[in-house]
């Protein structure tokens, strides 16, 4: 977490001194955005370390940004939280969506859970790549994000959407 935040810190730095030089330049950072699913057969506990990580791994820097401060808590193996002044200091995001992982929990404190890549049989096909397409989870990336107006760029499965 430290390493995060200080690669925040490094951007905010960054955007300051490239503004003092040219203030029509659009700074932006590119996120990943992992879809994370219940296991097959998961259980509730699954469900739940499904929505913990969903929104350590999706939310966290976005967060960082909104909040002035990088939080990130996960049960009985991580809690931070530190202030951070990341306000205005970004003009656009670009939002990567490729892929979707399944959680399963596990008994094991130094490995609490697996990511499964799973056969992806549902959805609307698959790219000349072998990324899933489904514009279910494309409008829930939306959705999700439509609070942040400065969205610029979504990478859908390879595909590129300007605006």
Known sequence: MDGLYNMLSTHREAYNFIKCYNKKCQIGIAHNFINFKRAPN????DRKLKRIIHNFYNYMIIDAFNQNKL?????????????????DKIDFWGINYYYRLHVRFRMNLKHP???LSISRSSGEGKSDLDWEITTVRLKFSLTRFAHIQIIKFL???MLGFAN
């Open 42 to 45: 998961g259980s509730v506990i």
């Open 155 to 157: 990478i859908y499965n």
């Open 71 to 87: 939080e990130g808590h996960f049960p009985l193996l991580l809690s931070y939280n530190r202030p951070i002044h990341l306000n």
């Open 113 to 115: 859970f697996d990511l």
